[in-house]
């Protein structure tokens, strides 16, 4: 079914082979390969669905899809556009970040909280990219730690500064390759007929606007509202939750048989999760 959809599936009701049985489904009906954009979590997850369908067709078809982590997928992209990054490791522009936060000076206010040290403030620059909904840090920081605002205008200087030397030699971080590639997608578009993204309810904010810059033709998106572990990179529950209201003719769809577990097993866990979040 073309359009918005959204399957429902918890931990043993073929959420994989339900991605892999779509994929299937796009190529049988004239889709090409290089048409198809698959969203996951892990690079893992991504050649495994890859291999499955490539057991269906070929190997040729298969590598032909675009799919991997947001990450991965955004690099590759860049990378066909001829932009120029080089993805640094973490570590390296933790270590440049820091550099530049031990060159200011931060009066000694006895009174008020300590600031942040520079590894930390670099944590909550990455988290706020990841999880903010359009207001700019000193908001964000605020809302998180009204303590912390007195330090805004050192901790804003000391962003600024590092996000121009990355700019200035080209440098990127697994958070820059998400922001250029929204960027890139106010000008250039894709041709992905349909994109599918896995683990739905992991999905951030940030992640949330790159989708959506995508503009997709079809959306299938699979999730569960209780397997959410990405919390702490700024993972959202309401993406998932109101799915439906940000796309008003979504279908959603729920996978109820179990093929993993019994059903004491279940009624059990479900009686633990019953009070979780839903729409």
């Not at 207001?135 to 205008?153: A, G, H, M, V």
């Not at 997608?185 to 995508?214: C, S």
């Amino acid at each position: 079914m073309k359009g918005y959809n959204l399957i429902i599936a918890s931990a043993g009701t073929g959420k994989t082979s339900t991605i892999v049985g779509r994929i299937s489904h796009l190529l049988n009906n004239g889709v090409k390969p290089n048409e198809i954009l698959l969203l996951t979590f892990t690079n893992k997850a991504a050649s495994e669905m890859v291999s499955r369908v490539s057991n269906i067709f070929s190997k040729q078809i298969a590598k032909e899809i675009m799919a991997g982590t947001f990450h991965s997928v955004s690099y590759k992209l860049l990378k066909e556009l001829e932009i120029n990054i080089t993805l640094k490791q973490p570590n390296e522009l933790k270590t440049l970040f820091k550099s530049i936060y031990e060159k200011r000076v931060f009066m000694d206010r006895s009174d008020e909280a300590n600031p942040y040290d520079g590894g930390y403030l670099y944590d909550m620059y990455s988290l706020y990219l990841n999880s903010n909904n359009s207001e700019d840090f000193t908001s964000w920081l605020k809302e998180k730690n009204s303590t912390q605002e007195i330090y805004s205008l050192i901790y804003e200087d000391v962003i600024d500064e590092f996000n121009n030397l990355k700019k200035e030699y080209g440098y990127v971080n697994f958070d820059d390759l998400l922001t250029t590639m929204l960027e890139v997608l106010k000008d250039k578009k894709f041709n992905f007929k349909e994109i599918l993204v896995d683990e739905y309810q992991d999905t951030n904010p940030l992640q949330g606007r790159l989708l959506d810059a995508f503009s997709p033709q079809s959306l299938f998106c699979v999730g569960d509202y209780d397997q959410s572990i990405y919390a702490f990179n700024g993972s959202d529950i309401g993406i998932i939750s109101s799915f439906s209201k940000r796309y008003p003719d979504a279908n959603v769809f729920t996978l109820k048989k179990n093929y993993r577990s019994t059903k004491p097993i279940l009624d059990l866990a479900t009686k633990v999760i019953e009070h979780n979040e839903r729409i």
